[in-house]
């Protein structure tokens, strides 16, 4: 069936401008979660959606960060205003339940800020 | 949080056994033990994950000491496919601030020689 996917696949925008990071999950599954992975960071939570729960923002590194889910399925990823340290990929993933460790990860965004 | 330790990186021959370890002495008693894997330019891949006992399945088998303080994935055959980095991650049972979000060390890199 089909898994989690994610467009664009890669971003190139300059300092400064707005982008939204698109994930479609795996139809059926209730949770979704943002990571993001750079090189000085290694791989890191971002935020988690679970149904009409209020989501999980916890793992956003600045106010510049949103996300959003509708309709319980696809949700985008929004980046104001962006600095060079916001380069990196990043992925989405969703598993069929709320706190389920068994994630299934799109092959991410590789957003690069010029 | 409980942490994991884990070697750098590991290699192994084609079609021979690999078994990976992981470290996680803090562990409590709801933490799962999860492995992820993830292959070049992709997403993070779920592998296994175990509480107490041995758990076995198509990709690999996860063994656990009896203490639960470490445990080991084991490859029975390795392929050049399997070439990726393994990380172990603990997964805080229900009710934790942690609960669902998977946290990432730097894991291991496994290299396969054919």
């Known amino acids: 069936g089909a898994g989690v996917s994610q467009s664009p696949s890669n971003k190139v925008t300059e300092k400064g401008k707005d982008v939204e990071l698109r994930c479609d999950p795996i139809?059926?599954?209730?949770?979704l979660y943002w990571y993001r992975q750079s090189l000085g960071q290694g791989l890191e939570f971002l935020i988690y959606?679970?149904?009409?729960?209020?989501?999980?923002k916890s793992g956003l590194p600045s106010d510049r960060f949103s996300a959003e889910r509708t309709g319980g399925s696809v949700s985008t990823l929004t980046i104001q205003r962006t600095q060079q340290e916001d380069s990196a990929v990043y992925l989405c993933?969703?598993?069929?339940?709320?706190?389920?460790?068994?994630?299934?990860f799109g092959p991410g965004t590789r957003l690069t800020v010029t | 949080d409980a942490k994991t330790t884990q070697p750098n990186s590991m290699e192994s021959n084609e079609e021979e056994p690999v078994h990976l370890p992981c470290n996680h002495s803090?562990?409590?008693?709801?933490?799962?033990i999860h492995w992820y894997r993830q292959l070049p330019s992709q997403g993070p891949e779920y592998v296994i994950h175990?509480?107490?006992s041995n758990v076995n399945n198509r990709m690999a088998s996860l063994a656990i000491a009896e203490d639960r303080k470490s445990s080991t994935l084991i490859l029975h055959r390795a392929t050049l496919r399997d070439a990726a980095v393994y990380y172990c991650i603990l997964g805080r049972g229900e009710g934790g601030t942690s609960y669902g979000k998977l946290t990432f060390g730097q894991g291991t890199i496994l290299t396969v020689h054919p």
């Open positions: 993933a969703s598993s069929l339940r709320r706190g389920s460790y068994e994630q299934y």
């Open positions: 959606f679970q149904g009409n729960s209020a989501p999980d």
């Open positions: 803090t562990i409590s008693g709801t933490d799962y």
């Open positions: 175990g509480l107490t």
């Open positions: 139809s059926g599954h209730t949770a």
